[in-house]
């Protein structure tokens, strides 16, 4: 029975430990010009350009400045929900990270909102907006 008990925990824990590796990696969106770097489980990526400790992850691209994902609020095998900062620290966003087939879908859930950059012009970027995994 005991053999029995700790085989269903052990497997339990490897499940749970292959859906959160999902959302580690690196993500591109080309028509937006966004790329993202995650490791949601642990506090580990450097940010490039940027003297800081480690983060969780980071969005980088046509955005008003890099957004760094500083804090992770909840994760399980369907869905993320991360606290993003910009890199001035004047703004913060929460952001739904969802898996998709082939990456991420990104949602921006109330806050401030992350702008994109398209002629020199802030614009709204689509709720939500994806981001493919690249190899």
């Avoid at 999902?22 to 949601?40: A, C, T, V, W």
């Avoid at 980071?58 to 606290?83: F, H, P």
Wanted: charged share 25%; net charge positive.
């Amino acid at each position: 029975m005991k053999k029995t008990l700790f085989l269903l925990l052990m497997l339990e824990a490897a499940i749970t430990a292959e859906a959160q590796s999902l959302y580690n990696g690196s993500f591109f969106n080309k028509e937006l010009n966004i790329r993202g770097k995650f490791h949601l489980e642990q506090k580990d990526i450097p940010v490039p350009g940027l003297e800081l400790d480690s983060c969780y992850g980071y969005l980088q691209g046509n955005l008003n400045g890099s957004w760094l994902i500083m804090r992770v609020k909840s994760l399980d095998e369907k869905k993320a929900v991360v606290r993003a900062v910009s890199e001035r620290g004047a703004d913060a966003q929460d952001l739904e990270i969802k898996l998709t087939a082939d990456g991420v879908s990104l949602k921006q859930v109330g806050g401030s909102y992350i702008k994109g950059v398209a002629n020199k012009k802030y614009v709204k970027l689509p709720k939500p907006f994806t981001l493919k995994r690249e190899e």
